[in-house]
């Protein structure tokens, strides 16, 4: 377990990682907008079989 080992590497099947991401309801995101300025946005997630989706409210001024 990482807490008391920290830095070691932990094994993980893909399964895995697909569970805890799909287990998740929320992600920030991050981008470089036009001006080369670096941004995030919080976002809704889901998944699709091996596909994540995203959304967030359509007035939220970060989505505009």
């Known amino acids: 377990d990482r807490t008391r080992h920290p830095g ?10 697909w569970e805890e991401i799909a287990a998740a309801n929320f992600a ?12 995030t946005a919080g976002v809704v997630t889901t998944t699709e079989g091996h596909h994540v989706l995203f959304t967030s409210g359509p007035h939220e001024w970060k989505v505009r």
């Open 8 to 17: 070691r590497m932990v094994a993980l099947t893909t399964s895995q990682v």
């Open 28 to 39: 920030v995101g991050g981008m470089v907008n036009a001006q080369g300025h670096a941004r």
